[in-house]
């Protein structure tokens, strides 16, 4: 299982990057990659990437200009 979600955190990073599919929650993209709950989701990625899917999509979107 781990395996499978490791694969699964590396779809939803790339998700949470794409700005095509900024049009889906976290918890869609939870879904579209496969996880079956929310929570599963948020701990499989924190434990991989060190945070959360909200944090991590707000550290790699562009800040605004001033």
Same mark, same amino acid.
């Given at each position: 299982? %781990?395996?499978? %979600?490791?694969?699964?955190?590396?779809?939803? *990073?790339?998700?949470?990057?794409?700005?095509?599919?900024?049009?889906?929650?976290?918890?869609?993209?939870?879904?579209?990659?496969?996880?079956?709950?929310?929570?599963?989701?948020?701990?499989?990625?924190?434990?991989?990437?060190?945070?959360?899917?909200?944090?991590?999509?707000? %550290?790699?979107?562009?800040?605004?200009? *001033?």
């Amino acid at each position: 299982y %781990n395996l499978v %979600n490791r694969f699964r955190v590396e779809q939803a *990073k790339g998700l949470l990057l794409d700005p095509k599919a900024a049009h889906l929650s976290v918890e869609g993209i939870a879904y579209e990659c496969g996880f079956k709950s929310r929570s599963t989701f948020f701990k499989f990625f924190k434990k991989e990437v060190g945070m959360t899917p909200t944090t991590f999509k707000s %550290n790699a979107s562009p800040s605004p200009s *001033k």
